[in-house]
Every structure is written in structure tokens, then in C-alpha cells.
């Protein structure tokens, strides 16, 4: 009874569903979420008065998995070819380009090319995408008992490795020196805006903000004022005991007015710095600003008025799993294909400004550039190199690794396993130890 039922477990769950759900999440709604989300690109021409010219791109749709051979002819292709003639297994991907020009006397004239070429996608074995989600295993020459979960690329079989990072829009106070906060306004591009509060020494010093962005400390309570918080909002969360020094430090800005001159004394653009900078994800409502504000402080100085000694504390744990997000092949890719298909669009907008300024037609089909995000993606999954500025897999290598076909334990082993981004030469035992709350969240045989 117990070897049927694990058989049926087996059957029916994929030991490598993470990564096929997750690439199907990318493929259904984040590049579809990306496309139909951008901006659309405006271009009036510089030199002269004319028309305005305004491009618009939406409707993702999705070829077969296809090769275009040396004749230019395109035919279907399986993932075992792929690997025989090292090619790499992929989808064409197709938009619809709407194209609207406004002349001077306010005359709107609107063209729409469907299914313009925008890239080839690559394909994960048994996707959604993949010819294998609905065919036999046997007449592709492939194994039945295969796990899929990775991508071909140049003939070579490529697992993205799971990345671990810490979670975003929480409160952490792993120790005395600081409470962070990682706000994260794009669940897609994960870029991160980093708010830390620290203190030298409880109940001698001031309390202090800083920001990567700003190379000046900020007094904590001119950065509340300036956001336009109250006395009563500071007093529900926060005792005036606790902060006497840092209602000293600010005494040089009383009023929102004065905090705000002398933010500018610091930083060009101070409207900016407070929407874009500090609590991004909030947006521009500086009442709730001001409330997560106190929640942090408040927060801190719990901490710290617990900290009796070692081992007799109330810190945060930086290896509990709540303090950890997963970011699986799905997540990684949308990020890339956000940062490349953006990449793409400045190159149109400056084309199509180019064409504008000579007083030539403006084809948009024209200008889209298939092979920019077709080797962004290509190179990154060959190589392994993540480097996308100001995201969380800033500089990380590493990512895509070949997979390993020692052994069937081998294979599915390195299609489960989650990367720290801890390097391998560092003497840290913490992050590699098995923890009781990671029960059902990571597998015991794979710890990080």
C-alpha cells in the first residue's frame, strides 16, 4: 500500500514543479504584464515644427518551438534535436505595434501592425511552451521519467539555480548597529531601496537614517518632518525619553518647511528623494510614510532595550525562513527580459527621433531590434552572468550551470537546489545549517 502510494506521488507531482510553474507564471503573465505596462514612446521633431508621433506596443503571442536553418527556411524542432545539432530550444515571440500620428492642425491618422517579430524565447523542457507538455515521451526520443526544468542553449542542457535574498518590505533588526528596511517597489525588476536606521550608543547619540544614495546622515527626526509627520503620530509609537538626544540633533529644523532646506542642502532633488527613495513602494502618501516610519524606530528601540547580554536578546534571525525569498527560473527571467526589453525601447525611442529630426517616415516595425533581447537572454543563460545594475542579482555569477547527468539523484538534486550567494571559501556555518522552521519550505537533503 505505502509503495503505491508513493508511486502515485510520483506520477502525478513533478519533483521539478517549482521551476516549470514558475516559468510558466513568466511566460502567461509577467511579459505580458511588461509589454502592455511600458510607456508609450512619444517623438516630436527637434529641428522644426511638426507632427507627434506616438508608439505603442501590447499583445504578446507565441510561436511553436522552431529553428530557422541556413536556407532561411523554419521548421519545428524537438528538444532532442536541439541537443544533437546544438541549437538552441526556443519560441518566436511576436507583439502588435500600434502607431499613431498627430500633424499640427490635430489630424490623428493610427496604423497597427499585428505579429511583429520581437524575439525568440527559450524554452524550458516540459512547459507549457515546450512540445512535450501534450505529446509522447517515445516519438521525440525522449525519457518519460526525464524531470525537465532546464533550457537548452547551444546544445547544452542549463538549469537556473534557485537565489536566495532577503525579504523585502519587512522590518529586520538582526543586531545593535541598524534596522533595515528593503523596500521593493517592482515585484518584477526587484529593484531595492534600502532605509537604515542606526545608532553608536542607546541613550547617548541621536538616531540617524542613511541611504546608498546619499552620502550624508540624516537626522531621523528632520527626515519625519520633512515627510510632513506630526508630534502625536511620533508619541503614539515612540517615548520622548528614549529619543532625547535625537530631538536635540534635530533642533536645527523644527517645521516641515526647514526640514525640507535642509534636505536641499544634501541632495539636488529633494521631491524626488522622498517619492523615489525613501519607502518607494508606499508612492507618494506621506501620512503612511510617516506611520512605517515610527513602526521601524518603535521597533529598533525594542530591540535594543532588549538586548541584555549574549545570548539574552530579541533580534531578528537572519536565517529564519521569513527573512528569505526564493527566487526561482520564472522571476530571474522576467527580471532580465524587463531590463533588456526597456534597453530595446530607449533604442527605438532614439531611431525614431533620429528619423523625426531628418523629416523621414517613421516605420516603427522597423526600428524593433529582435536580436537585442535574443542575446540578452542567450548570454546570460550560456554564461551564467546576472549583471543587471541596481536589482537584487546585481553581479551575481553563476546562475545558470550545466546540468549534471552522473546520475538520476544528481540530476534532479541540482534542478532543487538553492544558492545563497554565499562564496564557498567563506568559514560561515550559520546559512548552511538545517533549521526547524524551514520545514516545508526547503528540502532537508538540499539545504542551501
Given amino acids: 500500500m505505502t509503495k503505491t502510494v508513493v508511486d502515485c506521488l510520483f506520477r502525478d507531482v513533478s519533483l521539478t514543479r517549482q521551476a516549470l510553474h514558475s516559468y510558466d507564471d513568466f511566460v502567461s503573465r509577467i511579459v505580458h504584464g511588461v509589454v502592455d505596462g511600458h510607456r508609450p514612446i512619444t517623438v516630436t521633431p527637434q529641428l522644426f515644427s511638426g507632427g507627434t508621433h506616438t508608439i505603442t506596443l501590447n499583445n504578446v503571442t507565441y510561436g511553436i518551438p522552431s529553428v530557422i536553418e541556413k536556407d532561411n527556411n523554419i521548421r519545428k524542432i524537438t528538444p532532442m534535436e536541439a541537443r544533437v545539432r546544438d541549437f538552441m530550444y526556443s519560441v518566436p515571440m511576436y507583439v502588435d505595434v500600434h502607431h499613431t500620428y498627430t500633424d499640427t492642425s490635430g489630424h490623428t491618422t493610427s496604423k497597427i501592425k499585428q505579429k511583429i517579430y520581437l524575439a525568440r524565447m527559450p524554452v524550458m523542457v516540459r512547459s507549457s511552451l515546450c512540445v512535450m507538455s501534450s505529446t509522447d515521451n517515445y516519438k521525440h526520443n525522449e525519457c518519460p521519467h526525464d524531470p525537465g526544468g532546464y533550457f537548452i542553449v547551444n546544445g547544452r542542457e542549463k538549469t537556473l539555480v534557485v537565489q536566495e535574498r532577503i525579504s523585502p518590505n519587512m522590518i529586520f533588526c538582526f543586531g545593535p548597529g541598524a534596522c533595515i528596511f528593503h523596500s521593493e517597489q517592482n515585484p518584477t525588476t526587484h529593484r531595492n531601496s534600502t532605509f537604515r536606521i542606526t545608532v553608536r550608543k542607546f541613550g547617548s547619540t541621536p538616531f ?94 525594542r530591540c535594543l532595550k532588549a538586548d541584555k547580554g549574549p545570548g539574552d536578546n530579541d533580534y531578528h534571525d537572519r536565517d529564519h525562513v521569513r527573512a528569505k525569498r526564493l527566487d526561482t527560473a520564472g522571476a530571474m527571467l522576467g527580471t532580465l527580459f524587463s531590463h533588456l526589453f526597456f534597453q530595446m525601447l530607449g533604442n527605438v525611442r532614439r531611431d525614431a527621433q533620429a528619423l523625426a529630426d531628418k523629416n523621414k517616415p517613421i516605420r516603427p516595425e522597423r526600428l524593433i531590434q529582435p536580436q537585442h533581447i535574443t542575446d540578452g537572454i542567450k548570454y546570460a543563460l550560456a554564461t551564467g552572468n546576472w549583471k543587471i545594475k541596481s536589482s537584487s542579482y546585481a553581479g551575481r555569477v553563476g546562475v545558470s550551470q550545466m546540468l549534471n547527468r552522473n546520475t538520476y539523484i544528481s540530476c534532479i538534486s541540482q534542478l532543487r537546489r538553492v544558492d545563497t550567494g554565499i562564496d564557498s571559501t567563506q568559514k560561515i556555518i550559520a546559512p548552511r545549517l538545517l533549521y526547524g522552521n524551514q520545514w516545508g519550505y526547503l528540502c532537508p537533503s538540499e539545504t542551501p
Fill in 208 to 301: 540617524r537614517a542613511t541611504f546608498a544614495t546619499v552620502n550624508a546622515e540624516i537626522p531621523l527626526l528632520i527626515l519625519y518632518r520633512a515627510l510632513g509627520g506630526t508630534e502625536d503620530m511620533l508619541h503614539r509609537f515612540i517615548d520622548p525619553t528614549d529619543v532625547i538626544e535625537t530631538i536635540g540633533d534635530a533642533s536645527v529644523a523644527t517645521t516641515q518647511e526647514t526640514a525640507l532646506q535642509w534636505l536641499g542642502e544634501y541632495m539636488e532633488d529633494v521631491d524626488r528623494f522622498l517619492n523615489e527613495v525613501v519607502y518607494p513602494h508606499i508612492g507618494q502618501d506621506y501620512s503612511m510614510k510617516c506611520l512605517q516610519m515610527c513602526l521601524q524606530w518603535a521597533e529598533y528601540i
